[in-house]
Structure formats: structure tokens, C-alpha cells
């Protein structure tokens, strides 16, 4: 959002440490939320990592990233801006994919060294899991109630 400030201040409405740690949060919500669907899929797609995180993150795109554009928020996706700021927030994605699967790729590493290390892992995954699954609820939420009527209101 910075930089598309820095080409087009007349866009720019101001950053705040509230706005900023509000999107940092919502982040690691839908971070934590779409692992899910990495847990799911990932024996699926490439066996190295880089490969696989950047197919993930191209998946998390196309069912993620296309409803938001398409539902245009505050009106700010169309104009000049446009470009930028789409290959900006479409690379959030890619690298959002490579991160999850590098870390889960080095997770696998840690455990495979000693195996008592496993009930770290299902320790993690059950603490994280009823957050994930409240993230992924509010996220089908906003897609099915906020975003398809704000697609539907813009065609």
C-alpha cells in the first residue's frame, strides 16, 4: 500500500499503527485459515517446495485474490493505479504460498531428525486448529455475503 502511496498521493488516505496492525492481523488470520486448505492439497502438487509454494500461492490467487478484485473495494482497483497495485497484491499470494511451503518443508526436516518430536507438531496443529477453522468460517462468510454482491453490484 506504500508504495502505490508513493506513486499516487492522491490515493494515499493515510497510514496508521492501528490500520497497519489491523491488516498484520487479518494476514496471519488468512494465513492460518488457507493452511488448511494447504493441508489438504499439498501430497498434490510438486514434490519440491519452491514449486509447490508457488503453485499454493497461485491457487490461493485464483480463489482468493480473483473475488477481491473483482469486487473492487472502495472502488480503488480501477484507473491508473490499477496495475501496480494488483502485481503487488498478487505477489502477496505468491510469497504467502513459498513461505508456508518452505516453513512446512523445514518443520518436516525438524521432525523427520527425531521422531519424538512429533507430538510438538500435533500439539501445534491442535492449538492452532479452532482458529483456523473461525478464520475460515469468517473468510466463506465474507466471500458468499460481501464480495459475490459487491462482483454481482459492479457488472
Same mark, same amino acid.
Given at each position: 500500500?506504500?508504495?502505490?502511496?508513493?506513486?499516487?498521493?492522491?490515493?494515499?488516505? *493515510?497510514?496508521?499503527?492501528?490500520g497497519?496492525?489491523?491488516?498484520?492481523?487479518?494476514?496471519?488470520?488468512?494465513?492460518?485459515?488457507?493452511?488448511?486448505?494447504?493441508? *489438504?492439497i499439498?501430497?498434490?502438487?510438486?514434490?519440491?517446495?519452491?514449486?509447490? *509454494?508457488?503453485?499454493?500461492?497461485?491457487?490461493?490467487?485464483?480463489?482468493?485474490?480473483?473475488p477481491?478484485?473483482?469486487?473492487?473495494?472502495?472502488?480503488?482497483?480501477?484507473?491508473?493505479?490499477?496495475?501496480?497495485g494488483?502485481?503487488?497484491?498478487?505477489?502477496?499470494?505468491?510469497?504467502?504460498?513459498?513461505?508456508?511451503?518452505?516453513?512446512?518443508?523445514?518443520?518436516?526436516?525438524?521432525?523427520?531428525?527425531?521422531?519424538?518430536?512429533?507430538?510438538?507438531?500435533?500439539?501445534?496443529?491442535?492449538?492452532?486448529?479452532?482458529?483456523?477453522?473461525?478464520?475460515?468460517?469468517?473468510?466463506?462468510?465474507?466471500?458468499?455475503?460481501?464480495?459475490?454482491?459487491?462482483?454481482?453490484?459492479?457488472?
Amino acid at each position: 500500500m506504500k508504495i502505490i502511496a508513493v506513486f499516487y498521493p492522491q490515493l494515499a488516505s *493515510g497510514f496508521t499503527f492501528q490500520g497497519t496492525l489491523a491488516l498484520v492481523l487479518v494476514g496471519i488470520g488468512f494465513s492460518l485459515a488457507t493452511s488448511i486448505l494447504y493441508v *489438504g492439497i499439498h501430497r498434490y502438487l510438486p514434490s519440491e517446495w519452491v514449486r509447490k *509454494g508457488l503453485l499454493y500461492g497461485l491457487i490461493n490467487l485464483l480463489i482468493f485474490g480473483s473475488p477481491f478484485f473483482l469486487s473492487n473495494p472502495n472502488h480503488e482497483l480501477f484507473g491508473s493505479q490499477a496495475p501496480l497495485g494488483i502485481s503487488l497484491f498478487s505477489l502477496v499470494f505468491l510469497a504467502g504460498g513459498l513461505l508456508l511451503a518452505m516453513f512446512i518443508h523445514f518443520i518436516a526436516l525438524w521432525v523427520e531428525q527425531a521422531n519424538s518430536r512429533r507430538k510438538y507438531t500435533f500439539m501445534a496443529f491442535a492449538l492452532l486448529l479452532i482458529p483456523a477453522i473461525v478464520m475460515s468460517g469468517g473468510i466463506i462468510y465474507e466471500i458468499f455475503f460481501e464480495l459475490i454482491p459487491a462482483i454481482k453490484s459492479n457488472f
